[in-house]
């Protein structure tokens, strides 16, 4: 079965640090690229983060630049967000998906993005 799952999320206080991760299985994702989503409560979904098949390049929302960090892990089915410096409005699930998404494409266009995980929850909050 071809699935992306994600993990990581949970409760911080705002300033706060989590790492999630994105793991395929039953495929690699070294030949894709990758998208981090995230929905807010009461909000459409957004994209916060991609990073292409070569991993050479990396884009952010405005939103998030300079406090989210984006990359590949060592194994060729993982991929990983850091999200520092988080605020409230950062509480959203956070989704991970896969397509063949090149850096000049449109990058938050969710229907160019094959695979999708089901989401992992992340609370900020004192």
């Known amino acids: 079965q071809l699935q992306l799952v994600e993990s990581g999320g949970g409760l911080v206080q705002p300033g706060g640090s989590l790492g999630l991760s994105c793991e395929a299985s039953g495929f690699t994702v070294d030949i894709y690229g990758i998208g981090w989503f995230r929905q807010a409560p009461g909000k459409g979904r957004e994209g916060v983060s991609y990073?292409?098949?070569?991993?050479?390049?990396?884009r952010y929302a405005d939103s998030v630049k300079g406090r989210f960090t984006i990359s590949r892990g060592n194994a060729k089915n993982t991929v990983h967000l850091h999200l520092d410096s988080l605020t409230p409005e950062d509480t959203a699930v956070y989704y991970c998906?896969?397509?063949?998404?090149?850096?000049?494409?449109?990058?938050?266009?969710?229907?160019?993005?094959?695979?999708w995980g089901q989401g992992t929850q992340v609370n900020v909050s004192s």
């Open positions: 990073i292409s098949a070569s991993g050479r390049t990396t």
């Open positions: 998906a896969a397509g063949f998404v090149g850096p000049t494409d449109q990058l938050w266009e969710e229907s160019l993005y094959r695979f």
